[in-house]
């Protein structure tokens, strides 16, 4: 009998809880030109470029009110929420700030070595040479989007945008068919969702037009999609990736990309990742592990597999002396392009960046082309809002702009490139480099991808593996959730939609799935399922899971697997500074 | 004179925290090759007796001013007047409350540097040097004085007393007249107990229960304990959370941050969430079932056994041995 | 009634802070936020204001801080200020508690208020109590830990937490009263409010402007500094005892107590 999470949805009807009319009594509503929701590398793009659109036409910026740009952002302030690798490919800042000398961007340059390595093991690297094509990194910049997301935020609020830090959007306000902004979140509830004693409620933002920029597992984005039916038939998958950040005392002088151990790439395990390795400057370093979350072993945690990383000889060398300064975690979308919304935009409403799925899984590349979205939306949106009062009630301009762009040119060259390592690592290998030498022509055809709840689980014993913890070089979660600068108070209101009576199975997937450890297995149901079993644990018997929800960093894996991440009280959650 | 030290007396005592600094600004002047006196602050009840058993921690002589108790501005007035009339180089407190009033006053009034929770003072170079903990306890700093005279306010309890053996204290009384601003604050109702808030932030001992206690009824153990060391009982997130004790007593990154001279840290695995509160105390006492259990890299004391067999014993132990 | 409420912008809590090994102060470039504390005194005032007992003209924010605190001062002004007062100049960098409180106290001058409230403290541990610094620059009464607060026939009734107690204190107006993070819940600011702060009206003041004597602040009007920073010292390693005879156990640790006059 097979367990897989899809079998235990999580208690959750998205269009009909997050989306509706606004409620706010009409001179209660806040009204503002065009809100973006997300202050992301996409959100904040476009909103930049919103601001200099409107700076060549006065009228337009007239009729936009006070408020012609707000930004929602949930973290405390934009670049709270912002984690990836990163190695930026330059053409959106480019295209951005085009006066501007690269040397004052918030980056760390161009790296001008690469190298990409084979681990077959904890102690051996059999380096890959030429650099298979997707991890050339020529001529792209390493980027800390935490950074980066800071430093846009400035720009952007210099050129007059709102920046809402601290600020959930919760509900999509639709009426008549047209989205006409966005419902903030509830502040000061407790526990069980009662209103404290400084409870303050949201308000209906209302705008012309409402951009989607979330990111990873965008809430709205996922109401939005079932909303207006904009969903691919082929379901999204998604990537775990968990990193850290170093101060280390040699620099390293390379871009590093690892595959292969500590991941087990077979068909049993299902384990398709790799790890990278960016230098940050002369004395920091951004490593991390990725792996896909179809992966079939339920005590398997890239957290803790990550750590296991940093023990080979060729990770060890590279931090030995230095000191985590940084932690991080978060999903990234990898179905590429047959996953991707069909159609990004409905009637006052766009979607860009990692919300529509706009990485390129083997390359690892999203934040350009999230910030060319944006770009696009700013101009899609403006093309239209001067073509009348009721000219964003048709944004397929944005479509089409995205359509004829470098976004979708590159994410359809590898459209079928994911797919083939659910059968393993040699024969995926094998099938993806025809793709790449024949730019993604061969073997062509459309294959489907899968979605990652409906992967069995079995209870193997990869956790005998993970190194003891020490405290300096490896890490526990718990020390991982300090060093993101999470502080949520402990009586805020759960956010995770989720079964809590599942079988161990699923119950021991999550808790090692989730690198925050917001859920846990007690030890008497522990127990239990060991008597069960005769000694050894049941799958089958069902236990209660325990559930932290303020250590939640909000990664999004949950919502891959059977649970739904809903946005926490806005300024909740990890507050990145360097990831 | 060297050192001039503030004595906080209640109820007819004063307090430990008093004595300790009264003690280690006598200590402390030795060592600068000068002398300490302290100034006491109040009504009636500080008879020539009660004043005269300062001198047992060292210092010769106290100025007594008639004042009300309990406010510190008067007492700025008093200090300043005794410092200028008298030529100390530093003003010495016990912490608490009035402790850094007073401090904070003189600093302005004298136009003096400030130390505040100083954990530790030596003499150096015919100086005193203020140590400093910051950042959650990860650092020291030493602290300098620029020019005369220097403030240094402990943190609560930091100096122990120290009874040096010498006879009763001279006392000087001094005539103080109030700024007018002295006198705008009135004394309605002093040092009211209000029993069952404890501040654990206050306690000297605190036996804090995790959730190796295993269910609510586990904090029993934790409160004979308590009683038995003269503590109170604090808690960690994970079961403040699961409702088996109240907020208030929690200790950690979202609760309270607490430094007590001994902490028993009960079933509690030493997260770092939970590190962060407590990390300061003095002593802290492990124990814990687990000997992996992050806790035992940074107690003093680590117990590796189950706590419903030791908590008993070593409660009615201690209460053996207090009498 | 004009109330100003003193805010300072600290380092965020979360986030890893460390010293600055050139100036061997706090490094302040990272993330940072309004003192939590001060949350506290700006829900004070507005309290105030509500409650009725008098009426309240103005709430106005002031802080000493660098250029670049804005952010800090509109979290203020979205709690409930109505408008804020920003000190500023390279110059007061490097000041000590003995400068800043001086450099505050002449700002607080320049707007007169009837009542200065403030936070018990700042979230970065470098002061306690900076409102009694300030009381006796402005020859105003001055409490601290105050965690009631009410204005009674024109005085305020306080009751205060002292490491012995609680006193009950009644004060005349002007003062300055320094608030516990047990006076209340601060309330969360409405999105309007937030949007709304960026409008309301900033003063910058620069020394010149308030009346403070150059050589008594920064670096230079410091009567404190910084002579080193050191690792605390060395913690001995921990001992650890294996529980097996129940009784011999707890014996050793009864001793060990009393070794360290932990049973007195």
Redesign the interface.
Known sequence: MSTAPIEFPPPVDSAKEFVGAPTDPEDER?EVGVVIVGGGPAGLACAIRLTQLLAEDEALMESLGE?PV?VVEKG?GPGSHLLSGAMMNPSAMRKLFPGLDESEWPTYGPVPRDAVYLLPNSKRAIPLKPTPPPFRNHGNHVTSVAQLGRWLSDQAEEGGV?I?GE?AATKLLVEDGQVVGVR?GD??RGRDGQE???F?P??D?IAKATVLAEGTQGHLTGAAIRHFDLGSEDPQQWELGVKEVWEVEKPLDRVIHTMAWPLRYGAKYQEFGGSFIYPMGEDRVSMGLVCGLDYRDATFSVHDALQELKTHPLVAEIIEGGKR?GWGAKTIPSGGYWAQPRRMWAPGLVIAGDGAGMVNIPTLKGVHYAMHAGMFAAEAIVERLKAGETGVADLSSYQAKVDNSEIEKDIRRSRNMRQPFSKGFLVGGAIANMMEISGGRFPGGRWKTHDDATIDVFIGDRDKDYP??D?KTTF?K??S???S???????APNHIRIQERVPLEIALMWQNMCPAAVYEVPEDELEAARADGNGKLDGKHEVKLQI?P?NCVQCGAITAKGGRLTPPEGGDGP?Y?VT | MSILVYALHYEGEFNKNSLGAVSEGAKLAKELGGDAAAVVVGGDDLTDELCGTLGKYGVAKVYRVKGPEGLAQPVVDAMAKVISDNGFKYALFGGGLLGFEIGAGLTARLDAGVTMEVTAVRAQDGKLVAERPILQDSQVVDVGYVGEPGIIIGRLNAFDAVESGDGAAAVEDVDVAFEDHSTKATMVQRGEQRGADVNIEDADVLVAGGRGLGNAEGFELCESLADALGGAVAATRAVVDAGWYPYAAQIGQTGKTVAPKLYVAAGISGAIQHKVGMQSSENIVAINKDPNAPIFEFSDLGIVGDLNKIMPKLTEAVKAKKG | MKICVLVKEVPDAAVEKRMDPASKRLDRSGETTLNQFDTHAIEAAMQIREGGAVDVDEIVAVTMAPSEAGRTLNKAVALGADRSVHLTDDALAGSDVCATGYALARVLESEAPDLVLLGQQSADGECYTIGAVVADHLKMPSLTQVIKLDVEDGKLRCERQAEYGYDTVSVELPAVISVGDAINEPRYPSLKAIMGAKKKPRDVKSPGDVGIEPGRVGQEGSRTEVLAVNAPPEKAAGEIIEDEDTNETVERIVAWLEERKLLA
């Open positions: 806040i408020v707000a405390k709102y809402l600020t903030s502040k000061g404290l004693s400084n303050e949201g308000s933002l300064i003891k913890p405290g526990d718990l020390s959730v300090f060093a600068g999470n502080a949520t108070r402990d009586d932290t303020s507050n500074q």
